[in-house]
Structure formats: C-alpha cells, structure tokens
C-alpha cells in the first residue's frame, strides 16, 4: 500500500477501515509495487523492444514484472528509464533477472548489451 498521511482527511470521514490504491492491478489484492529500471545499453545499432524484469530474494520466492505496453528505444550510451510494476513486493532482493524481447515470432534474436542498470523502488525510496 501506500502511505496515506496526505489523504487523512478524507479518508477518516468514511468511519470504516480505509485502503487506497494509486495504481491497481486486475489480481487480488489488487495493488501494485512500482520500481523504476534505469538502464545504459552499448549496442552498437539501436534496439527496441520490451524488457521484462524478474527479482529474486534469499528466501527463493520470484516475482516478474508486467510487461510496458509500449516498447522502448535502446541506443549505444544513452539511458532508458521503464516504470515497471510488481503484483507482490519481495524486501530482500538477491537477483535481478532481465529479459528482453522484440515480441516477433520471425527475424533474428538480438542480445541488449547492459553497460549499468539501477532498479529502485518507489513504494519504498530507501531500497
């Protein structure tokens, strides 16, 4: 959830326990984890495609990120920054799994070069 200190006022009125969601998602219980990937690629020629995100914790348990609705534009050392949301959010992340993806059946597979990426969630700036 978020932190609802701003919406007191309004939501205190309702005098019954009150839960908003600034971004839902279609599961149970409906809310979402977002975190920002910023990313730098050194492929020589552009890329673009999609770029889906699996974290791990220590414990084991995975979670994958939905997938953007619209594809991204990788060039060589130029950042990309992808919203990417989360169903469940894991505390303690040991593995940041990326897979990327031009969404063709033909055609040849292209690798995305990482120079750097820096995944950081906003439900939870600290991490």
Same mark, same amino acid.
Not at 51 to 56: A, P, R
């Given at each position: 959830g ?17 839960k ?7 599961q149970d ?9 910023? =990313?730098? +690629?050194w492929?020589k020629?552009i890329r673009?495609?999609f770029? /889906?995100?699996?974290? $791990?914790d220590?414990?084991?348990n995975a ?8 594809a991204?534009?990788f ?6 920054? =992808?919203? +990417? ?9 040991s /593995?940041?799994?990326? $897979?990327f993806?031009t969404?063709?059946?033909?055609g ?12 950081k969630?906003?439900?939870n700036?600290?991490?």
């Open positions: 978020y932190y609802a200190d701003r919406w007191k006022k309004l939501l205190i009125p309702m005098s019954s326990p009150t908003a969601y600034f971004d839902t998602s279609d219980p409906f809310c979402m984890y977002n975190y920002l990937l910023d =990313i730098t +690629t492929n020629s673009r495609g770029i /889906k995100v699996k974290i $791990t220590y414990a084991g979670v994958e990120s939905e997938m953007n609705s619209e991204s534009t060039q060589k050392y130029k950042r990309v920054k =992808i919203l +990417t949301g989360f169903y469940q959010d894991l505390d303690k992340i /593995k940041i799994s990326l $897979t993806s969404k063709t059946l033909i040849p597979k292209y690798k995305l070069r990482i120079l750097q990426m820096r995944l969630s906003l439900n700036p600290e991490r």
